[in-house]
């Protein structure tokens, strides 16, 4: 029987308490945002704001915690922007929105710096008997959202990206799953010289931890030839958005290559207030295996398609409790 597990892909919209009051504590330019530095009253801060996102997934029922991300200032490229190891440059737009971050240019090899493990240590404090899950994103949306200007070979800098990841997975604490945040495998999708190292680049990054590894992919389908190779490579899960309109091009490629045996659904919409009900989160992984009667994976993860900093916390908070139900509804029902 598959188990479905109710969980976020983290990154999660600050509460507005906290970013009127990092406002007046930060300020609002370039050289304000977070780098790693930050002064005890910012810390106190995110700490209060990381207890009140934990206590909002422990109050809508969640099966896995993420601590929120709520310092990635530079969403995906966080890991880069805060090393010291990093120069990062002008405001730049993030994918296709109205979000920007600093772009980061790597000048020499990163050394994994703790940041990430440390923010988990503290989720881990807040909720003990709680089964934590990292997020991170993946190697090829960390490329994707930098420059090389250290190994200058394409191939070569994945790899140094996923050392780096695997490098702070090692000085975090234990956590059930593992989150790969991937749009860029749909967005810039990587060439076969790229493709065929998916495999040692995600076996870099899993082998760092215990935890269940998903690459989790949105902004659209993947390409079939990506698809491939993703479910390939040496990871448990694949993360699919069945939220944008080219979802059929998603249950082709799950119809056609496969899955793999750990299937997570972005079945709630990260950039949308329009709030799903549990109903409509049933209905939508129902319609995904309708189309794949041979499909058994051994846990579903269900999440919004998108990380949800987008949205106004009070949308988040219900798209929560919807997923959280639509998860305890999901075994007898649909799977």
């Given amino acids: 029987m598959t188990e479905t597990i109710a969980t976020t892909p983290g990154v999660f919209p ?56 709520l310092r990635w200032d530079d969403m995906l490229a ?22 920007f971050y600093r772009h980061p240019t790597v000048t020499e090899e990163p050394k994994p710096t703790g940041d990430i493990g440390a923010d988990l240590d503290r989720a881990a404090q807040l909720a003990p008997s709680m089964p934590l899950q990292a997020v991170l994103p993946g190697p090829v949306t960390l490329a994707d959202l930098s420059t090389d200007a250290c190994v200058e070979d394409v191939v070569e800098f994945h790899h140094l990206l996923a050392g780096l990841l695997a490098g702070e997975l090692e000085r975090a604490p234990d956590v059930e799953t593992l989150y790969l945040l991937e749009p860029s495998l749909v967005t810039a999708p990587p060439d076969e010289d790229l493709l065929a190292e998916l495999a040692e680049l995600y076996s870099t990054i899993s082998a760092a931890t215990d935890a269940e590894t998903v690459v989790h992919t949105y902004f659209g389908a993947l390409t079939e030839q990506t698809h491939v190779y993703v479910v390939d490579a040496s990871v448990a899960g694949l993360g699919v958005d069945i939220v944008t309109e ?77 997923l959280a139900e639509a998860a305890a509804r999901v075994p007898e029902e649909v799977v």
Avoid: C
């Avoid at 966080?78 to 979000?99: C, F, K, M, Q, S």
């Fill in 14 to 69: 600050l509460p507005d308490w906290a970013k009127t009051r990092l406002g007046r504590l930060k300020g609002h330019q370039k050289h304000d945002l977070i780098d790693g530095s930050e002064p005890p009253e910012v810390l106190e801060t995110y700490e209060q704001a990381r207890g009140e996102v934990i206590d909002d997934q422990r109050d809508a029922g969640m099966d896995r915690i993420v601590e929120g991300q």
């Fill in 78 to 99: 966080h890991p880069l922007t805060i090393n010291p190891a990093v120069e990062t440059g002008g405001i730049v737009r993030y994918y296709d929105n109205n979000n």
């Fill in 246 to 322: 080219d979802r059929a091009q998603t249950v082709y490629n799950a119809g056609e290559y496969g899955l793999a045996d750990v299937v997570a659904l972005g079945v709630t919409d990260g950039q949308n207030t329009d709030v799903e009900s549990a109903t409509t989160v049933v209905e939508r992984v129902g319609w995904f295996f309708e189309q794949l009667p041979t499909a058994d994976p051994d846990r579903l993860y269900l999440s919004t398609n998108t990380e949800p900093f987008y949205l106004p916390v009070s949308k988040h908070q219900q798209k929560l409790a919807a």
